[in-house]
T-cell receptor
Framework: DSGVTQTPKHLITATGQRVTLRCSPR?????VYWYQQSLDQGLQFLIQ???????AKGNILERFSAQQFPDLHSELNLSSLELGDSALYFC?????????????FGPGTRLTVL | GESVGLHLPTLSVQEGDNSIINCAYS??????FIWYKQESGKGPQFIID?????DKRQGQRVTVLLNKTVKHLSLQIAATQPGDSAVYFC??????????FGQGTRLTINP
């Protein structure tokens, strides 16, 4: 157990809908990272927040957005969902802003868009 | 470019043998590399990391080798055990801001 929690574990929805994925980092970790893992793209970095502020952005679509709250939990919002958005979404956390250290991954949320 | 690739998508080894998983990276400016292990149904788990000012780093039963000349990274697992069965990802940092992951190698252990 990494100490990172993600909810829900599974999510099934329809095209065009909007969903919110939630992540609670390890106690004391200030950075939260979001990743998308699909069969054809592997693990893709989406976005990083550090202490409430956006720090780095990866291949995140404009339909996706995230935020980190004062209690350091984070939410990833996915809107206007398409079939291709079906994937595993992982959250990871670490104590620091820079990526020169281990990230602790949660168990993931499996999103299925029908 | 931002590609991190793997030479072999699958690797099958005998229990007790050593495993070597290879990874090629394309960004010569990358200065930090990391290996993760992902078991079925779980999130990636850290194995070992290495900075670009090092050629080799050892952990418990694992060794990472970095060859910057040919932009190649490898993970060696000694005395492979059934619990080592997983997908292994290499990743590199670019500007200390994000990790770029390779596609992964699936390691299977034959009894």
């Amino acid at each position: 157990d990494s100490g990172v929690t993600q909810t829900p574990k599974h999510l099934i929805t329809a095209t065009g809908q909007r969903v919110t994925l939630r992540c609670s980092p390890r106690s004391g970790d200030l950075s939260v990272y979001w990743y998308q893992q699909s069969l054809d793209q592997g693990l893709q970095f989406l976005i990083q927040y550090y202490n409430g502020e956006e720090r780095a952005k990866g291949n995140i679509l404009e339909r996706f957005s995230a935020q980190q709250f004062p209690d350091l939990h984070s939410e990833l919002n996915l809107s206007s969902l398409e079939l291709g958005d079906s994937a595993l979404y992982f959250c990871a956390s670490s104590p620091f802003a820079a990526t020169y250290n281990e990230q602790f991954f949660g168990p993931g949320t499996r999103l299925t868009v029908l | 470019g931002e590609s991190v690739g793997l030479h072999l998508p699958t690797l099958s080894v005998q229990e007790g043998d050593n495993s070597i998983i290879n990874c090629a990276y394309s960004n010569s400016a990358s200065d930090y590399f990391i290996w993760y292990k992902q078991e079925s149904g779980k999130g990636p788990q850290f194995i070992i990391d290495i900075r670009s000012n090092m050629d080799k780093r050892q952990g418990q039963r694992v060794t990472v080798l970095l060859n910057k000349t040919v932009k190649h990274l490898s993970l060696q697992i000694a005395a492979t055990q059934p619990g080592d069965s997983a997908v292994y990802f290499c990743a590199e940092t670019q500007g200390a801001q994000k990790l770029v992951f390779g596609q992964g190698t699936r390691l299977t252990i034959n009894p």
